[in-house]
C-alpha cells in the first residue's frame, strides 16, 4: 500500500526527444505527487509537482500526466536536452509523508 | 537565504563502528527528515523530526536512530555499523506553515553525507 513503483530504470533518448517516465501508485489516500530531479552529488530538488484534481500540470518542457483512476502518473520532457540528464524520481504523499520511486536514470545525446 | 546544510559530506567507518550524521534545515523550517539513498533501493525514509519529536518512523532497524534540537538541526546515528549500511544519506526540510498543504509538502533536500562502511 505504501509503494510506488516506477519505470523504466534507465532511459536514453536523443537530442529533441520526448523522455517518458511512468509511476504508479497504490494508496489512494495519497494526494501530493512531485518529481525530483537530482544530478551527480547533488541532493534531489523539486522539479514539478501535482495534485489529484487536475489531470495534467506543465511548466516550460516538463508536464505531468496525471490518471487518478489508474493510479499511474508520468513525467513527459519535451525536447530533452543534454544538461536534462540526471535521475528523476517520482513520489507520492500524505501530510508529512512522501514515498518515493525507485528513479530513473536519464541520459540526453547530443 | 542558506540551504539544507549536511555534514560531513563523506565520512569512512569500520564495521561495528557507530557514526553520527548532522543536517541543518532552511532557516524556519521545522520538519526534518531522513532518507537512505542506495543505488538498488532509491530513496528510502528513515524519519521524520518535528518540533523536536520523532513524527513519522520508516522501516528500519533500532540501530537507526535520530534527534531533532530545540533549533531544528538535527542528528542521525547509526550503531554497530553493517556493510549493507554504505549509502548517501539525505535529510529533507520542509516549511509548515498550518493550512496550506500543498505549500507544506515540498522538500528542500541537503547534498547529503556519503557513509562507507569498510
Not at chain 1, 501508485?25 to 552529488?41: L, R
Not at chain 2, 549509502?87 to 528542500?108: D, P
Request: charged share 15%.
Amino acid at each position: 500500500q505504501q509503494q510506488v513503483k516506477q519505470s523504466p530504470q534507465s532511459l536514453i533518448v536523443q537530442k529533441g526527444g520526448i523522455s517518458i517516465i511512468n509511476c504508479a501508485y497504490e494508496n489512494t489516500a495519497f494526494d501530493y505527487f512531485p518529481w525530483y530531479q537530482q544530478f551527480p552529488g547533488k541532493g534531489p530538488a523539486l522539479l514539478i509537482a501535482i495534485r489529484p484534481d487536475v489531470s495534467e500540470k506543465k511548466e516550460g518542457r516538463f508536464t505531468i500526466s496525471f490518471n487518478k483512476s489508474a493510479k499511474q502518473f508520468s513525467l513527459h520532457i519535451m525536447d530533452s536536452q543534454p544538461g536534462d540528464s540526471a535521475t528523476y524520481f517520482c513520489a507520492a504523499g500524505r501530510g508529512d509523508k512522501l514515498i518515493f520511486g525507485t528513479g530513473t536514470r536519464l541520459q540526453v545525446f547530443p | 537565504k542558506a540551504g539544507v546544510t549536511q555534514t560531513p559530506r563523506y565520512l569512512i567507518k569500520t564495521r561495528g563502528q557507530q557514526v553520527t550524521l548532522s543536517c541543518s534545515p532552511i532557516s524556519g523550517h521545522r520538519s526534518v527528515s531522513w532518507y537512505q539513498q542506495t543505488p538498488g533501493q532509491g530513496l528510502q525514509f528513515l524519519f521524520e523530526y518535528f518540533s523536536e519529536t520523532q513524527r513519522n518512523k520508516g522501516n528500519f532497524p533500532g540501530r537507526f536512530s535520530g534527534r531533532q534540537f530545540s533549533n531544528s538541526r538535527s542528528e542521525m546515528n547509526v550503531s554497530t555499523l553493517e556493510l549493507g549500511d554504505s549509502a548517501l544519506y539525505l535529510c529533507a526540510s520542509r516549511l509548515e506553515v498550518g493550512t496550506s498543504f500543498f505549500l507544506n509538502t515540498e522538500a528542500f533536500f541537503g547534498q547529503g553525507t556519503r557513509l562507507t562502511v569498510v
